[in-house]
């Protein structure tokens, strides 16, 4: 994998790796995983940490993670993104530092703008007091130098809602009520301080127990691994590791993409806004920061994911469904308990490769074909790849789309910024695509490689798909039987493209 966090990483992956190791063979006891403490630890010098001690509470931290649970034994949080505690300690309390290009000036504007007695003359420059500062910001602004600074955590600075802040000792809390599931923080924290739980081990107990587990694998999943696997390779990997199925999630986006353009139609009558509904940050952007908008103007239809489950399910109501991609806010949508008949599980790419590295399966090229989703469906991935499909199942449904606003964002300030523009009533749309993630999942925060290798790869493998109809496609699927519906009602008339058998 290529990344800003590369030591980091490595680290998760291997603690990973050995924990679903273990998980196969029904050996995952305390005395086995503090062998693996000491074998990432095995002291008496530390290695990264101050002492071998802090760095041995680290490593249980994330083996309590890797096992989907708290990562601080008698704390527990129903956060899928949680921190530990005893990897964040090195990030500098406050916020405003006074730097050495301070001229110790006669006119003192910094210690004259403080309301809060925080500054004070140093030996040679001024200084800030930690515990009395609010980070207001007044004393940088009346520096005539700018030589006070403010330097924000990065894990804070990523965070598009606000929804971290520290306590009296500057641990990082993250704000239950307030939190997406983006992921964001995680990888821009360069201690790792912040990780997300991990269902691997779940997964593959259910698999052990003789249960019918299938892999559901997202659209952003083609390129991520080269050109040369395929999502039948992949397929093919997961079956080896003991999986029942693989089916690709673009399936569910030409699903969503139907039933959504149900609800456009429908809306673009009455001259309501709609906003999209494949993307679980961006619902919970609206469900915690603008429920107006919630209630109002997002989508009904249930995303890809929870379609293809659904789809599985009605199949067989017996099997264990587990979405694989680069999103972690796909593990809150599997435990958000306002969405019925969820998806089971859910694995970032890096967990489902560390399940492949504990058994020894690679991802190698077959011969065979598999596509199961319309192009439109594969695209779902890319930001205005959602709204693509949804007017191209409107065109073929006979609508005329020429004059239809859409408005596409990516990013979590994107996003942000155009719903307070929407709920300004400011902003000029029929329609909102929203993704919390820059380029959409291709940029997820779990994604594999670099951007720009997922996507060179990614368009050469596409090039590969036959031209399907969205519509056409559906005909394949018992859709009248299952729910499209967030709250898990059939409608009480079945569409007349959607096949009852």
Not at 28 to 50: A, D, F, H, M
Not at 54 to 80: D, W
Not at 113 to 141: H, L, T, V, W, Y
Not at 322 to 347: Q, S
Request: proline share 5%; aromatic share 6%.
């Amino acid at each position: 994998m290529i990344t800003n966090d590369k030591g980091i990483v490595e680290l998760k992956h291997f603690i990973l790796r050995e924990i679903c190791r273990l998980a196969w063979e029904d050996r995952l006891t305390q005395e086995e995983t503090e062998k693996i403490v000491c074998q990432v630890s095995p002291g008496p010098k530390p290695q990264y940490r101050c002492c071998v001690y802090k760095e041995r509470e680290i490593v249980r931290g994330r083996i309590r993670l890797a096992q989907g649970m708290s990562p601080e034994a008698g704390s527990p949080t129903k956060n899928v993104v949680a921190v530990i505690p005893a990897a964040c300690d090195d990030c500098p309390i406050q916020d405003y530092f006074v730097t050495d290009i301070c001229r110790f000036c006669l006119g003192k504007a910094c210690l004259n703008s403080c309301r809060f007695g925080a500054i004070s003359p140093g030996d040679a420059k001024m200084r800030i007091e930690p515990n009395k500062c609010k980070s207001c910001g007044q004393c940088a602004k009346a520096c005539p130098y700018g030589a006070i600074i403010h330097q924000e955590r990065p894990c804070k600075k990523a965070c598009p809602v606000g929804a971290i802040s520290y306590d009296a000792a500057g641990i990082c809390r993250i704000d239950e009520s307030k939190c997406i599931h983006c992921g964001h923080c995680i990888h821009n924290c360069p201690f790792g301080a912040i990780g997300s739980k991990i269902y691997a081990v779940d997964v593959i107990r259910a698999i052990r127990a003789g249960k019918r587990v299938v892999a559901m694998c997202a659209p952003a999943t083609e390129g991520q691994f080269g050109k040369e696997a395929s999502m039948a390779a992949i397929r093919s990997a997961l079956k080896k590791l003991g999986f029942a199925d693989m089916v690709e999630v673009g399936l569910g986006g030409d699903m969503t993409a139907a039933f959504e353009a149900l609800e456009w139609i429908e809306a673009r009558k009455e001259g309501r806004i709609m906003t999209t509904s494949c993307c679980p940050a961006f619902i919970s952007l609206l469900r915690h920061h603008f429920p107006k908008l919630y209630e109002k103007n997002k989508s009904t239809t249930v995303s890809p994911m929870i379609a293809v489950s659904r789809y599985l399910k009605y199949l067989d109501p017996d099997c264990v469904t587990v979405f694989i991609g680069p999103c972690i806010a796909k593990k809150g949508e599997t435990l958000n308990e306002l969405i019925a008949d969820r998806a089971d599980y859910a694995l970032t790419f890096g967990e489902m490769v560390a399940m492949l590295d504990s058994r020894g399966v690679e991802i190698e090229p077959v011969a065979e074909a598999y596509q199961e989703s319309s192009l439109f469906g594969k695209r779902f991935a890319g930001s205005g790849g959602v709204a693509s499909a949804v007017l191209e199942v409107m065109q073929e449904l006979g609508e005329d789309t020429s004059d239809i606003r859409l408005t596409t964002c990516a990013g979590g300030e994107e996003c942000r910024k155009a719903m307070l523009l929407l709920n300004a009533g400011r902003l000029n749309t029929d329609f909102v695509e929203g993704m919390i993630c820059p380029g959409g999942c291709v940029g997820g925060p779990s994604k594999h490689q670099a951007e720009n290798l997922v996507l060179r790869a990614r368009e050469d493998l596409l090039k590969q798909a036959d031209g399907r109809k969205i519509l056409d496609n559906l005909e394949q699927y018992p859709m009248g039987r299952f729910s499209m519906h967030r709250d898990g009602s059939l409608p009480e008339e079945v569409p007349s493209f959607v096949s009852k058998e």
